[in-house]
């Protein structure tokens, strides 16, 4: 059974850095593409970086988020540094099975995905 929990939310400042994991089991992540996406009360879930096998895409968070993969732990991690307030919001990770080929951001190709964790940043 394919399964994603993720982990690391929580509530820090501006500026400050958090990191959020995203676990995987049922499934080897090395063939899969995986996705964190941020969902903010009343809006739409936007993606924030994917990795897959090909190619690693980060979009709007102006390179301060670092998306990696640990193959041995079966987990990806969302390295969040320079946090700011709009940056809040519950962050989801999503799995898409998907090889020799670059990920995408967007929501609808993902078919699995984790309850999310909630992030939020104080000005």
């Known amino acids: 059974q394919v399964s994603l929990v993720e982990s690391g939310g929580g509530l820090v400042q501006a500026g400050d850095s958090l990191r959020l994991s995203c676990a995987a089991s049922?499934?080897?992540?090395?063939?899969?593409?995986i996705g964190w996406f941020r969902q903010a009360p009343g809006k739409q879930r936007d993606g924030v970086a994917c990795i897959s096998s090909k190619n690693v895409s980060a979009d709007s968070v102006e390179g301060r988020f670092t998306i990696a993969r640990d193959s041995a732990k079966n987990t990806v991690y969302l390295q969040m540094n320079g946090l700011k307030p709009e940056d809040s919001g519950t962050y989801f990770c999503?799995?898409?099975?998907?090889?020799?080929?670059?990920?995408?951001?967007?929501?609808?190709?993902?078919?699995?995905w984790g309850q999310g964790t909630q992030v939020t940043v104080s000005s």
């Open positions: 999503a799995a898409r099975r998907l090889l020799f080929r670059a990920c995408e951001l967007s929501a609808g190709l993902y078919g699995n």
């Open positions: 049922g499934f080897n992540l090395d063939y899969y593409a």
